[in-house]
C-alpha cells in the first residue's frame, strides 16, 4: 500500500491526467481504502471547480468602461500622432 | 475594402491573427475587440501580483497601451494570449518594484522561494460539501476565496491565477512567468494544497449533531440503532 504522503505528492498530477497508468491505478487504490486521502482528493477537485469559474473574481465595478475609455483616448492619440 | 469571402472564413477559423493584421494595417478600433476576452484575466493576473484594486487597474492600462504599441514586434500571433500576459506580468512587477522602493522593502522572496522544495501535508480531512453551481455567485463564497488568494504567497499565487483560474496550460503559464515547467508543477500543487486547506473550515460539511441525525431520521430506525 502507498502512504498517503505519496498520495498526497501526486494529487496534482493525478487530477491533471498526467500521473503514469502505474500511479494511477495505485492512487485509486488508496483512494478507495483511505477517508482521509479521499477527502482531500475531493475537496481540491470542489476547490477547483470554485476557482477555476470566472465569477469567483470580480472586477471593480466601471473597470471594462474605464479600460476601454482609456483605449479610445490612446488610439485617437496615436491616430494624431 | 469589403473583405472576400475566403477571407471571413479566414476570420471565422483564426480570428486573432486576422484581428491583429487589421489593426497593424490601420483598423485601431478593433483593438478593443481584441483585448476584450482577457480584460478579466488581465485584471486577476495584474491583482495577483499586486493585492490592489486601483494599482491593479492602473497596470492593466499602461499594459494595454504597451501591447498596443509593441503589436507589430509580435512574431507569432497565435499566441497574443500568452505574450499579453506576459507584457501584464511584467508591468506589475515593475509597478510592484517601484511601490516597494517608496514605501518599504517587502517581505524577503528569498524565504518564500526557499519553502519551495519542502512538501506541504494537509492538516484539515473534513469533507466538503456539494456545492451548487451557482456557489460563486454567493458574496461569502467568493470573499473567502479572495481571502484565501491572497494569503497565499506571490509565487503561488501567480501560478494559481495562470493555471486554475485562467486555464492556461502548463507550458503557457511557464512562458508567461519565465520559469521552467516542473516549478509550474510544484508551486500549482503547493498552491491548491494551501488554498484547500484554508478554505476547508468554509466549506466543510457541518458537523450534525446526535440530535438532529435522530430528528432527521426514521425515529423506529433510530431506536433500533
Known amino acids: ?81 | 475594402m469589403m473583405p472576400s469571402m475566403e477571407e471571413e472564413e479566414l476570420a471565422e477559423r483564426s480570428s486573432e491573427p486576422v484581428l491583429i493584421q487589421r489593426i497593424l494595417a490601420g483598423e485601431r478600433d478593433l483593438f478593443h475587440d481584441l483585448i476584450r476576452p482577457y480584460e478579466h484575466g488581465a485584471f486577476l493576473l495584474a491583482y495577483s501580483i499586486l493585492r490592489n484594486h486601483d494599482d491593479a487597474e492602473e497596470t492593466v492600462q499602461q499594459s494595454m497601451a504597451k501591447i498596443f504599441s509593441h503589436l507589430v514586434q509580435l512574431t507569432e500571433r497565435d499566441k497574443f494570449k500568452q505574450w499579453a500576459m506576459r507584457v501584464i506580468e511584467n508591468e506589475a512587477k515593475m509597478y510592484r518594484r517601484k511601490r516597494r522602493q517608496h514605501l518599504y522593502e517587502s517581505l524577503d522572496q528569498s524565504s518564500i522561494e526557499a519553502s519551495d522544495d519542502k512538501p506541504f501535508y494537509p492538516k484539515q480531512f473534513a469533507d466538503w460539501r456539494d456545492l451548487p453551481s451557482d456557489a460563486v455567485e454567493q458574496k461569502e463564497v467568493r470573499e473567502a476565496v479572495a481571502k484565501a488568494l491572497a494569503e497565499l504567497p506571490d509565487i503561488y499565487r501567480e501560478v494559481f491565477a495562470l493555471r486554475d483560474m485562467q486555464h492556461l496550460d502548463v507550458a503557457e503559464t511557464a512562458e508567461v512567468l519565465g520559469i521552467g515547467e516542473s516549478a509550474v508543477k510544484t508551486r500549482l500543487h503547493r498552491a491548491r494544497l494551501m488554498l484547500r486547506e484554508s478554505l476547508t473550515p468554509m466549506f466543510a460539511k457541518p458537523k450534525v449533531s446526535v440530535w438532529e441525525r435522530w430528528k432527521g431520521s426514521n425515529p423506529w430506525l433510530a431506536a433500533k440503532r
Not at chain 1, 20 to 25: N, P
Not at chain 1, 42 to 50: A, G, P
Open chain 1, 1 to 81: 500500500m502507498v502512504s498517503c504522503k505519496t498520495i498526497v505528492a501526486h494529487l496534482s498530477e493525478y487530477l491533471d491526467g498526467d500521473a503514469t497508468v502505474e500511479m494511477r491505478q495505485k492512487i485509486e487504490r488508496h483512494l478507495r481504502g483511505c477517508r482521509r486521502c479521499s477527502a482531500v482528493y475531493d475537496s481540491t477537485r470542489k476547490m477547483l471547480v470554485i476557482t477555476g469559474d470566472e465569477r469567483v473574481f470580480e472586477v471593480p465595478t466601471g473597470f471594462s468602461e474605464r479600460l476601454h475609455g482609456f483605449l479610445d483616448k490612446m488610439l485617437s492619440n496615436s491616430e494624431e500622432q
